[in-house]
């Protein structure tokens, strides 16, 4: 299963949700789902800092 890290992986990258998905096997809902709690963390900045 990805985890967060992978996924921060893709974004960074700037890759698409869509795309993402397709590479680790999982739905776009749960890309979604991980970005949300990456971005709810105390002290995560922007990702292209």
């Not at 590479?23 to 749960?30: D, E, F, N, P, W």
Request: aromatic share 8%.
């Amino acid at each position: 299963m990805a985890g967060e890290l992978e996924i921060l992986h893709y974004f960074a990258k700037g890759l698409s949700i869509t795309y993402s998905a397709e590479q680790v096997h999982i739905s776009k809902h749960t890309i979604v789902a991980h970005w949300c709690k990456m971005t709810g963390k105390p002290d995560v900045n922007p990702i292209t800092e």
